[in-house]
C-alpha cells in the first residue's frame, strides 16, 4: 500500500538488510533522489545469502548463485550494474551416485548405460512392476515417483538427495510437488524424448529456471554486484552501516517513527526515516516492533519455520578436480548434499589457476548436530566425505573454512501462507510506512530476481506511489495483476510438503 505524505515533506527511507532486496531498494531510490540509510547485521559484507566470502584470496559462493531471470528488467540491471564483469558462462551439472557420473537433468539411456547391464535390468524390471502394479491413490512422493519410475530408480535418483534438502522422509512428503513438479514425466517419456529430437524453447518464458544451461555469473562471484551496489549508495553519501542489528522498530500512532540498532559491543544508533523497509526474516522483524505486536501476529510469526545450511570450503592442491559447476550428491553413505567447484563459475573466484576452491553443502537445522560441530571436525567431515567420493584425496586438501548460514530456506508447511497473511495484514493495517521486501523479508523461497523486482516495487511505491502490488510479483520474478495474492504454487517456488494429517 502506498503511503500517503503531505505534499513537499523530504522523505527518508530505513531499508533493514544489505541482501539483494535491501540494496536493490536503495539503489532505486537512489536514482530517484530519495535519500536512504540501509542498516545490516554483517559485520564485514553485504550481499545476503548472495554475498561472496574471501578465505586467504579465495572466493566463494553461499551456494553456487545462476544469474537468470524471466524479467527483462532484471537482467538489465545486473547488466548496468556491472557491465562486461558479468560473464556468461556454461553449465555442467552432474549427479554423482555410487562412484558414477549422471547426467542432470537425467537422460534415460545416459542413466541406465552408468548403472550398468544388472542394475538396469533391475531397474527396468522395477519400472515393469511399478507400471503393472501401481499404487492406488499415491499420497506420498515416494509412492508417487515409485509408481512413475520403479523404486529402483526412485531410490537413487529421488531419495537421498530430497531427504538431504528438507531433511525429512520421502514417505513423510506429500505427493502434490512431484505430481505438479514432474507432471507426466515417467520413465518411458524420459527414453522416449531422449531418442526424439529436442525442441529448443523459442522464448525465455518457456524456459524452466532450475533447468537452464547458460546463465550469467560476476566474474568475482554474486557478492561482486552488491558491493558495488554500496559503493555506489556510498559515492552518493549512503554507506550501508554495516555490523548494526536491528534490536527494535519503534512505532507510535499508525506508523514507525525509527528503527534501533545494536553492534557486537552493545553500542546503540537510532535511525529515523518517513517509510522503512523490511528484508529481515519476518520472524525476527514482529519480534521487534515495539510497541508489540498483538499476540495473534507474534504467534502466527514464530509459527514461520527455516531450513539452514553449513558450507565448506575446502582448498585443493590441484589445477582440475571435476569440470563441473556443481554436483549434486545422491551417495546414501555421505551427508554431504551438493559440490560447487566455484573455480569452473569464474577462474577469478581462486587466486592461483594451479589450485582449485570446492563448496561441500550440508543442509541442516541450526542447533542440530552438524550446526554444532567444531569448525576444525566439519573441515574433517568434508575431506573424508571428498576421499569416500573418490572425487579427491584428503591429502590434497591445504586449507579449509566453514560458513553457517541461518535461514538459507524459508519452509514452506501447511500453515505458512495463512501465518505470513495475519503478519502482512496487520501491518498493512497498522503500520503502513513499513514495506515487506525479498526472500525471508517476505517469506518466499525464490531466486535473487523475485527479491530484486519486490524491492523494485517497494521503492517506487514510496518514490512515486505506484499501486503494484510486491506480492503479486511470482516465483519468475514477473508482475501479475491477476494473482490472488497467496495463491500456492504462483508467487511461490513449489517446494515438496508434508503430507496432511487427515492422509
Ligand atoms: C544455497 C543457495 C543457493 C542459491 N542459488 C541461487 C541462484 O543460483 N540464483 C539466484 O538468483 N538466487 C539463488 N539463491 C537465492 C538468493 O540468495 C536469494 O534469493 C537472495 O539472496 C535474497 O535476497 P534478500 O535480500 O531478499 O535476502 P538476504 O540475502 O537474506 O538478505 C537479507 C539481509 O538482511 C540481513 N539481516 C538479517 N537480520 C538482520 C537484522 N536483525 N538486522 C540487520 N540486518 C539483518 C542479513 O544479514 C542479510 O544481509 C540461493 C540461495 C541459497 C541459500
Known amino acids: 500500500m502506498a503511503t500517503l505524505i503531505a505534499e513537499g515533506e523530504r522523505r527518508h527511507v530505513v531499508i533493514m538488510g544489505a541482501g539483494p532486496a535491501g540494496l536493490t531498494a536503495a539503489y532505486e531510490l537512489l536514482k530517484r533522489d530519495v535519500p536512504v540509510t540501509v542498516v545490516e547485521k554483517d559485520s564485514k559484507q553485504v550481499g545476503g545469502l548472495a554475498r561472496t566470502v574471501e578465505h586467504n584470496g579465495y572466493r566463494f559462493d553461499i551456494g553456487g548463485h545462476r544469474f537468470f531471470s524471466k524479467n527483462d528488467e532484471v537482467e538489465a540491471l545486473w547488466t548496468e550494474i556491472l557491465g562486461p564483469e558479468m560473464l556468461n558462462r556454461g553449465r555442467l551439472s552432474r549427479i554423482y551416485y555410487r562412484g558414477r557420473f549422471?547426467?542432470?537433468?537425467?537422460?534415460?539411456?545416459?542413466?541406465?548405460?552408468?548403472?550398468?547391464?544388472?542394475?538396469?535390468?533391475?531397474?527396468?524390471?522395477?519400472?515393469?512392476?511399478?507400471?503393472?502394479?501401481?499404487?492406488?491413490?499415491?499420497?506420498?512422493?515416494?509412492?508417487?515417483?515409485?509408481?512413475?519410475?520403479?523404486?529402483?530408480?526412485?531410490?537413487?535418483?529421488?531419495?537421498?538427495?530430497?531427504?538431504?534438502?528438507?531433511?525429512?522422509?520421502?514417505?513423510?512428503?506429500?505427493a502434490d510437488w512431484a505430481a505438479q513438479r514432474i507432471k507426466s514425466l515417467d520413465?518411458?517419456?524420459?527414453?522416449?524424448?531422449?531418442?526424439?529430437?529436442?525442441?529448443?524453447?523459442?522464448?525465455?518464458?518457456?524456459?524452466?529456471?532450475?533447468?537452464?544451461?547458460?546463465?550469467?555469473?560476476?566474474?568475482?562471484?554474486?557478492?561482486?554486484?552488491?558491493?558495488?551496489?554500496?559503493?555506489?549508495?556510498?559515492?552518493?553519501?549512503?554507506?550501508?552501516?554495516?555490523?548494526?542489528?536491528?534490536?527494535?522498530?519503534?512505532?507510535?500512532?499508525?506508523?514507525?517513527?525509527?528503527?534501533?540498532?545494536?553492534?557486537?559491543?552493545?553500542?546503540?544508533?537510532?535511525?529515523?526515516?518517513?517509510?522503512?523497509?523490511?528484508?529481515?526474516?519476518?520472524?525476527?522483524?514482529?519480534?521487534?516492533?515495539?510497541?508489540?505486536?498483538?499476540?495473534?501476529?507474534?504467534?502466527?510469526?514464530?509459527?514461520l519455520g527455516y531450513r539452514d545450511f553449513i558450507s565448506i570450503a575446502l582448498m585443493i592442491d590441484r589445477p582440475h578436480v571435476f569440470p563441473d559447476n556443481w554436483i549434486y550428491i545422491h551417495d546414501p553413505g555421505v551427508r554431504v548434499g551438493r559440490i560447487q567447484n566455484f573455480k569452473n563459475w569464474s577462474p577469478d573466484m581462486v587466486p592461483d589457476q594451479a589450485k582449485t576452491c570446492l563448496g561441500l553443502e550440508y543442509f541442516c537445522f541450526e542447533g542440530d548436530g552438524l550446526w554444532t560441530m567444531q569448525d576444525n571436525d566439519l573441515i574433517e567431515l568434508a575431506k573424508n566425505e571428498l576421499g569416500q567420493l573418490g572425487i579427491c584425496s584428503p591429502a590434497n586438501v591445504f586449507d579449509g573454512v566453514v560458513v553457517r548460514q541461518q535461514k538459507a530456506y524459508p519452509v514452506y508447511d501447511d500453515n505458512y501462507q495463512a501465518n505470513v497473511a495475519v503478519v502482512r495484514d496487520y501491518l498493512a493495517q497498522e503500520l503502513p510506512n513499513l514495506h515487506l521486501a525479498g526472500r525471508n523479508g517476505m517469506h518466499k523461497y525464490n531466486n535473487q530476481d523475485h527479491s530484486m523486482m519486490t524491492a523494485l516495487l517497494v521503492a517506487r511505491q514510496i518514490a512515486t506511489g505506484s499501486l503494484l502490488d510486491p506480492w503479486k510479483v511470482n516465483a519468475d520474478a514477473v508482475y501479475h495483476e491477476n494473482i490472488r495474492v497467496g495463491e500456492r504454487d504462483v508467487t511461490g517456488r513449489q517446494v515438496p510438503e508434508r503430507v496432511p494429517a487427515k492422509a
Do not use: M
Not at 114 to 134: D, M, Q
Not at 255 to 281: C, M, N, Q
Not at 289 to 300: C, H, I, M, S, T
Open 102 to 174: 549422471f547426467a542432470y537433468p537425467i537422460q534415460a539411456v545416459n542413466a541406465l548405460w552408468n548403472l550398468g547391464p544388472l542394475e538396469a535390468t533391475w531397474c527396468l524390471a522395477s519400472y515393469a512392476h511399478a507400471r503393472l502394479r501401481p499404487i492406488k491413490n499415491p499420497k506420498t512422493l515416494e509412492q508417487w515417483v515409485r509408481n512413475q519410475f520403479g523404486w529402483r530408480l526412485f531410490n537413487i535418483f529421488f531419495k537421498t538427495y530430497t531427504e538431504k534438502v528438507w531433511g525429512i522422509s520421502t514417505r513423510e512428503l506429500s
Open 187 to 303: 520413465l518411458w517419456v524420459v527414453i522416449r524424448s531422449a531418442l526424439l529430437p529436442r525442441r529448443r524453447p523459442r522464448k525465455r518464458g518457456e524456459i524452466v529456471t532450475t533447468l537452464i544451461d547458460k546463465f550469467r555469473y560476476p566474474r568475482l562471484g554474486p557478492g561482486q554486484v552488491w558491493e558495488r551496489v554500496a559503493e555506489i549508495s556510498a559515492s552518493k553519501g549512503h554507506p550501508v552501516v554495516l555490523g548494526q542489528s536491528v534490536a527494535s522498530v519503534n512505532h507510535a500512532d499508525g506508523a514507525v517513527t525509527e528503527v534501533v540498532t545494536t553492534d557486537a559491543d552493545g553500542r546503540i544508533r537510532t535511525h529515523a526515516g518517513t517509510d522503512f523497509i523490511s528484508s529481515i526474516p519476518i520472524r525476527e522483524l514482529v519480534a521487534k516492533l515495539d510497541p508489540p505486536a498483538p499476540e495473534k501476529v507474534r504467534g502466527a510469526a514464530n509459527r
